[in-house]
C-alpha cells in the first residue's frame, strides 16, 4: 500500500520546481504546465473497467490527486482520463508502444505489450513512459522510460519514478 507518498507535497514542489524554470528560461524551451484536476474513485474504476486493468497503487493514488499533467517532462505528457479515452498524445504512445514492440525493444527488457499500459507520451517526443499492470507479480508496477528505442531508466514504483522527474527538472534548472 502507498501509505508514504504525499502527492499534494510531490505535485506541489515540481510545481514549484517548474515554475522557477518558467522564470530563468528565457527561450520558453520547457512549457510551464499545472497537472489536471484529480479524478473520482468511480471515474477512475470506471477507467479500469473500460482498460480492463487495474492500476498499481502508486499510479492510483497519484491520479486521485491529478489527472494527467500536459508537458509533464518536456513535451511529454502524463496520462490520465483524457489519454485513457483515447485524446491527447493517446495515439502517440499506441503508435510509440506498436514500434518498440516490433523493434523488439519490448522483447529486450523482457516485457510483453500486453502487460503494459502507457502512462506518458507526446507529439514530437521520442520518451514513452510504461506502467506494467499484469504479468510478472514481482514487476507490476514497474515504470519503464523508454527515449528512441533505448531505456532510460526502470523504476521500482510510480512514486520513484515521480521523484526522478523532479531531479530531472532541478538538474536543468541548476543549468539555467
Known amino acids: 500500500m502507498d501509505n508514504v507518498t504525499d502527492w499534494p507535497a510531490m505535485i506541489g514542489y515540481l510545481l514549484i520546481v517548474k515554475n522557477e524554470i518558467d522564470q530563468r528560461d528565457l527561450e ?16 477512475l ?44 498524445a493517446a495515439h502517440v504512445a499506441t503508435e510509440g508502444l506498436g514500434v518498440y514492440e516490433a523493434e523488439g525493444v519490448l522483447e529486450d527488457l523482457k516485457l510483453e505489450g500486453h502487460d ?42 510510480f512514486d520513484e519514478f515521480f521523484a526522478a522527474i523532479i531531479e530531472e527538472h532541478k538538474s536543468y534548472l541548476e543549468e539555467l
Request: no cysteine.
Open 45 to 88: 474504476r470506471g477507467a479500469e473497467s473500460s482498460l480492463n486493468v487495474q492500476f498499481p497503487v502508486e499510479y492510483r493514488n497519484f491520479l486521485l490527486h491529478a489527472d494527467g499533467w500536459k508537458s509533464f517532462y518536456w513535451n511529454t505528457d502524463l496520462f490520465g482520463m483524457l489519454e485513457f479515452s483515447g485524446e491527447g
Open 28 to 43: 520558453k524551451l520547457q512549457e510551464y504546465t499545472a497537472p489536471r484536476q484529480k479524478v473520482s474513485e468511480e471515474v
Open 116 to 157: 503494459l499500459i502507457p502512462i506518458g507520451a507526446g507529439i514530437g517526443s521520442e520518451n514513452l513512459f510504461l506502467l506494467v499492470v499484469s504479468g510478472d507479480a514481482e514487476k507490476v508496477g514497474t515504470v519503464i522510460w523508454i527515449d528512441g528505442g533505448d531505456e532510460i531508466e526502470t523504476f521500482r514504483g
